[in-house]
């Protein structure tokens, strides 16, 4: 696992959007896998004015989905297939084909759950996902003692969750009370996993999941497992880290021609 100390969010974005562009020049039809909330906002924005600018061709980039809420119309605005679509592929001007993602609407929810999983296999794996983490160290929807092998699945959200959600709807009585997400064991099937944590609050479980023992109470500790993992923080999540000055010799001198 390689950890990234930077000075800001926006300094983070623009070198998870570097790692990004230079994918997609070595593999112009790469996976991208995308995280909702606010923290992964920069990488977006920093990817699109790239596009934008001519810096990198993304029109033939795939991009698929994390979690998805149950039960939510199709075209709802606040779906996370909604928000993928406003945020991440309208933005790189992708055609809405060039997105996946699993059916929250689907009668049989398992059975959704099983065909995207095997959706992501057949459309060759995911080259790159990004993750953002939760206070007490979930990745994607799965929640502190998540089985480190499972696989997109229906979860049900904490009624913390529901309430920490309920700001992008009318009440809290519109928030689903489940989630299709990627499992674990899902995720680290990617070839690169890079987490982005920013502020304060996340430090706690910055520290958990870098330093601390690979255990499902600290769902993102698992990545510790992975070959190739990138955890980027900045100055504030990384302020528990009691091998920050280590992280930030071994990057410093890392060879520029490794890349992210």
């Known amino acids: ?38 923290t992964p906002l920069p990488v977006y924005q920093a990817l699109a004015a790239k596009v934008a600018d001519g810096a990198v061709d993304a029109s033939r980039a795939r991009i698929c989905q994390l979690d998805e809420y149950v039960g939510l119309p199709p075209g709802h605005p606040e779906s996370y297939r909604s928000v993928v679509l406003r945020e991440v592929v309208e933005p790189l001007g992708l055609p809405a084909s060039s997105f996946m993602g699993p059916d929250g609407s689907a009668e049989d929810v398992q059975a959704a759950c099983e ?15 990004l ?22 699945r ?16 009318d009440s809290l009585d519109e928030v689903p009370h489940h989630v299709i997400t990627q499992g674990i064991g899902t995720i680290l099937d990617a070839r690169h996993l890079v987490l982005l944590a920013t502020g304060e609050g996340k430090a706690q479980a910055v520290a958990d999941t870098v330093e601390g023992p690979v255990a499902s109470v600290v769902p993102a500790s698992a990545l510790q497992l992975h070959p190739h993992a990138t955890v980027v923080v900045d100055e504030a999540a990384a302020s528990k880290l009691r091998l920050a000055p280590y992280f930030r010799d071994t990057y410093a001198a890392k060879p520029k021609w490794q890349g992210l």
């Open 1 to 38: 696992m390689e950890v990234v100390i930077v000075p800001d969010a926006r300094t983070g974005g623009e070198l998870i959007a570097d790692a990004i562009a230079a994918l997609l020049r070595r593999k112009p039809d790469a996976l991208l896998g995308v995280a909702t909330g606010s």
């Open 115 to 129: 065909a995207y999983d095997a959706a992501l296999g057949v459309a060759g794996g995911v080259d790159l996902q």
């Open 154 to 169: 229906i979860k049900t959200l904490t009624e913390q969750t529901r309430r920490d959600n309920a700001r992008f709807f």
């Open 131 to 152: 993750l953002g983490i939760g206070t007490d160290g979930h990745i994607g929807f799965n929640e502190p003692c998540s089985s480190l092998a499972s696989r997109t």
